[in-house]
Structures are given as C-alpha cells and as structure tokens.
C-alpha cells in the first residue's frame, strides 16, 4: 500500500459489547421496583433511550411502566429532597443573621 492510501484508513477499533440492561427474563412492570429505579435519575425523572441504552419497544414499557408506579404512589413524581436540604439552608443562613444584627443604639 502507498503511504497516500494509508493516510486515509481509519484504524480499527476494538470494542466491548455492553450487556442489554434488561435481560430477557425480566418481565417490565409496575411492581418490579428494583428494575425501574435504574431507569430514573436523581431528581425523579425518566432517563433518555440513548441513555438507558433500550429499543424503543423498552423504553416505551419501561415510560409506562413508570407513570403507572408514580399514579399508584409508588414511587415520587419528583425527588425534592436535594432542594429542601438547600432551602432549609438558606433559611437557617437568613434567620441566624437577622438574629446577630443589632441596632446601633449609642451610649453617652
């Protein structure tokens, strides 16, 4: 081969096929918690496809799967627990310093 034709093969990447994130035994429901919690973020919403890695078939069970959970109290329609820890903060910070502030009373 020529250098010049050389020059313009891309090398070969090797790669590792990842493992589906649904098996072919697990069955895609409501009541299977421990499978849904994996395709949700930590502000309670539903991961993307290209995220999860699933057909589309999946995702669609998986989005369903989810909103029956949520309707059924299963599982939250949002985790606020990140922003009430931060809010409780804020709050703390607010009251400590209007506590500290005193008025500037002279003494003659």
């Known amino acids: 081969m020529d250098k010049s034709k050389r020059l313009f093969l891309k090398p070969k990447r090797s790669f590792r096929r990842r493992l589906p994130p649904i098996g072919s035994g697990d069955r895609i429901?409501?009541?299977?918690?421990s499978l849904i919690s994996r395709f949700i973020s930590e502000q309670g919403k539903i991961?993307?496809?290209?995220v999860n890695r699933l057909t589309l078939k999946q995702q669609?069970?998986?989005t369903i799967a989810i909103k029956q959970a949520r309707i059924l109290s299963s599982l939250p329609f949002l985790n606020n627990e990140k922003k009430i820890r931060n809010n409780e903060?804020?709050?703390e910070k607010i009251e400590s310093t209007a506590r500290t502030t005193?008025?500037?009373l002279k003494k003659n």
């Open 29 to 33: 429901d409501y009541k299977n918690m």
């Open 47 to 50: 991961l993307s496809r290209r």
């Open 60 to 62: 669609r069970l998986i």
């Open 89 to 91: 903060k804020r709050f």
């Open 102 to 104: 005193t008025t500037g």
